[in-house]
C-alpha cells in the first residue's frame, strides 16, 4: 500500500489544479494526503521539492509531470488575526482614526454658515421671482378668460 502514497498525492494535487471551483477533494486516500490537507487546501504556502535522477527515465518523466503539474497550484492565503485585548484594541484605534480623518474631509468640503445663508437668500429670491410669475400669468389667464367670455357675449 506504501507505492500508493504518491498516485494519491499526485490525484490529489491535480485535482487542487484542475478543479478550482470547490470540489470535493478526496483527502482520506492516504495517510500522506491526510496530513498535507491543511498545507494543499488551507491557509498555507505550499513547497514541494522534486527530485530526479539519470538512472532511471521513466521516474525521471513521472517526476517532471508531477512538478509541472504541481507548479500550477493555487492556495489562497489569509492572515491569521489574534483576537486578545490589546489587538481589540489596537484595531478599534485604528478605526476611530479613520473615522475620525473621514470626519474632517467631509466637514472641510461641507459649505460654512454664511455660504448655507447666501444659498438660502438665493433659493427665496428665486421662489419670490416664481410666485410672482404665477401671480402674473394666473392674472393674465383671467384676463384673458374674462376677455372671451365678453366676446361670446356680443
Known amino acids: 500500500m506504501r507505492f500508493l502514497e504518491p498516485l494519491h498525492l499526485a490525484q490529489v494535487i491535480k485535482k487542487l489544479c484542475d ?15 491526510r496530513i498535507l490537507k491543511n498545507s ?4 498555507a ?17 513521472g517526476t517532471l509531470q508531477f512538478a509541472s503539474t504541481a507548479k500550477k497550484m493555487k492556495n489562497t492565503l489569509k492572515v491569521n488575526e489574534v483576537l486578545n485585548d490589546d489587538a481589540l484594541l489596537k484595531r478599534y484605534r485604528n478605526e476611530i482614526e479613520d473615522l475620525k480623518r473621514q470626519l474632517e474631509e467631509v466637514s472641510s468640503h461641507s459649505p460654512t454658515k454664511d455660504q448655507l445663508a447666501q444659498l438660502l437668500e438665493e433659493k427665496n429670491s428665486v421662489q419670490k421671482e416664481q410666485q410672482d410669475r404665477i401671480r402674473v400669468l394666473t392674472e393674465m389667464l383671467v384676463t384673458s378668460s374674462s376677455f372671451l367670455q365678453e366676446r361670446e357675449l356680443r
Not at 52 to 61: D, G, K, V, Y
Open 40 to 43: 494543499f487546501g488551507g491557509n
Open 19 to 33: 478543479d478550482q471551483s470547490g470540489g470535493f477533494i478526496n483527502y482520506r486516500d492516504s495517510k500522506l494526503t
Open 45 to 61: 504556502k505550499t513547497l514541494i521539492i522534486c527530485t530526479i535522477t539519470p538512472a532511471s527515465l521513466e521516474e525521471t518523466l
